[in-house]
């Protein structure tokens, strides 16, 4: 019998943890190739620490190929432009690729046109390394000449977390650099309270953000969309307006156009719809996981707001994947399901020498368990973390926690 074809696009949290689990659950008796647009691995969270010089690119990066390598998974560096689900292959920037299983982790890129003036480059973003070296050449020039500093999160966006550990980080890089009284420091968040964080909030969490921006004297405006970002102003859309000199502003993530061009299984966003298996909803061989695949947001809030999938979600979803495709491979029906909702929620927000740590026994309500430690020790936890899960990555223990 021929070795069964598995195909997986992005090389990232999902697409790396999905290609080298599947691997290991069959005990390497499957062909998988990972196409990537990237040929890096690079670890986004840490990407609020990049402006301010207290990480580089190679820092919080790998190259994939030799990963892949060690573990028997073919490597691609190149682009998914076409996926024909029903011939089963994709188009590449490097040609085309058969599979009998496929996996969609092609992620997020920034929608800057949720907001005018965002494209234009007015205000800085991180979301993205190239965006986060952009942000810390405009931070450099911020510190010879100083003004106020705008930090916010656009209607419809969902990392909040990233917001939030960027507003904080500000906040203790102007301490350090004597800036701290010379400076207004604003957040404007889509959130419809502070530390909803798009997941609904934990217990205590607003009063909690709350009191770290009173500490660190940081003005807000919640619950509020933005009408356009010009240069040096937001207009928000109760028709306030904030000047600034540096700002940065999360924006809504959407799914890449590859996946939005294939309609039979992509939403409107791009983003893939799938069942709590992680097979498609039309497809059995076609799986999505992590960012790519689709949460459906479970409230409505006076503006809109975003799910933030998050690294630990997309792990677990690649690994529900990489089960599911082992057991069809051996002919057997698929065991795994978890929604999104039900995965449980641990993440830490840094706050430079601070910060909290956020553990719920699931990521969207209804919760039994949810709760948030604040502290140093949340800080020393997100640099021990970075160096665990880029150890781990770097040499595909994916089946480690
Ligand atoms: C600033 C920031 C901070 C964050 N902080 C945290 C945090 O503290 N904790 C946490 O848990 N999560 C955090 N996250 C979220 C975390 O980064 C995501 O959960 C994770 O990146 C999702 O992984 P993914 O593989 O689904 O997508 P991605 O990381 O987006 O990876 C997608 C991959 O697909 C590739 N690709 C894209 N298009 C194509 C194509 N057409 N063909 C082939 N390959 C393609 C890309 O090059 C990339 O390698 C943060 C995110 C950001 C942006």
Known sequence: MTRKKVLVLGGNFGGLTAALAVRHELHGDVDVTVVSASDRFLFNPSLIWLPFGKRAPEDITFPLAPTFEEHGVEFVHAEATRLDLPQRRVETTAGTYAYDYLVIATGYRNNLDAVPGLADGNAFTITTLEDAIHAGEGWRRFLDDPGDIVIGAT???GCFGAAYEFLFNTAYQLRKAGLKKRVNLTYVTSEPFLGHFGIGGLPHGESLLGMFLKKERIGSHINVAMREVDEGRIVLEDDAALEFKYAMIVPPFVG????????????????????????????????????????????????????????????????????????????????????????????????GNNGVIILADHMLPPRKHGVLIPGPQAHAMKLGFEKYFLWKAKHGHVMLP
């Not at 299984?265 to 498609?280: F, M, P, S, W």
């Not at 503006?303 to 002919?331: C, D, L, S």
Request: aromatic residues 6%.
């Open 256 to 351: 890449q156009p590859v996946v939005r061009a294939a309609t039979e299984i992509a939403d409107e966003k791009g983003y893939v719809k799938v069942r709590d298996t992680y097979q498609t909803e039309t497809r059995d061989e076609v799986y999505a996981v992590g960012i790519a695949a689709a949460v459906e947001v479970p409230w409505q809030t006076p503006t809109p707001v975003g799910i933030p999938k998050t690294g630990f979600p997309t792990e677990q979803q690649a690994h529900v994947a990489a089960k599911n495709i082992a057991a069809q491979i051996r002919g057997e029906a698929v065991q795994e399901h978890k929604t999104f909702g039900e995965i449980p929620a641990v993440c830490v927000m840094d706050a």
């Open 155 to 157: 209607q419809g966006a």
